[in-house]
């Protein structure tokens, strides 16, 4: 009976020491006043962060916006139509064509290759993240349809440029972002 009246005092003991040590290390936080106010964001200052300008800005008004030019979506497709090639009927050449989603508004992207090339018929053809270059596969009317380089031009088919000459492989385009 000794013995458990001893553990019962020194369990009681060791509990009142916990509670007190955890009395002792109590802390109360005390959050920002409720009536306080967010500085107004200038174009300096966002409320007391310094905007770089190079992703956020702030206009005259306070409005917070980001910087830089995202492309918009425009819902349109791009796509290659097929038609065989006059001066070789086994071959075929493409023509690069945007429509909106439902199909209306369908449009020729006219691009003027050097003489003897033509847009390949293969569905080569991808559109940059910023919507304003398309890459395509570009064939020579003397070669097969694997096509003999890769272009680049405008999206509205100025300037094309030849990116990738084709070593006679069988290649794919993607475009990273």
């Known amino acids: 009976m000794k013995k458990l009246v001893l553990s019962t005092i020194v369990l009681l003991a060791f509990s009142a020491s916990i509670i007190l040590f955890e009395v002792s290390c109590h802390k109360t936080v005390k959050a920002q006043s409720p009536n306080y106010i967010l ?12 905007p770089d300008g190079a992703t956020i800005s702030v206009d005259a008004t306070g409005k917070i916006s980001t910087v830089g030019t995202a492309p918009k979506q425009q819902n349109k497709i791009i796509y290659v139509k097929n038609l065989p090639l006059a001066s070789n009927p086994g071959l075929y050449y493409g023509q690069i064509w945007t429509a909106n989603y439902d199909g209306t508004g369908q449009q020729q992207i006219n691009i003027t290759l050097p003489a003897g090339l033509f847009i390949s018929y293969t569905p080569f053809v991808k559109l940059s993240p910023d919507q304003k270059t398309i890459f395509f596969s570009v064939s020579d009317a003397k070669a097969d349809n694997n096509g003999t380089g890769f272009y680049s031009a405008n999206i509205d088919g100025t300037d094309p440029k030849l990116i990738m000459q084709n070593d006679g492989s069988i ?4 475009v990273a972002y």
């Open 39 to 50: 500085p107004v964001a200038t174009t300096t200052k966002l409320g007391g962060v310094i």
């Open 171 to 174: 290649y794919t385009i993607q």
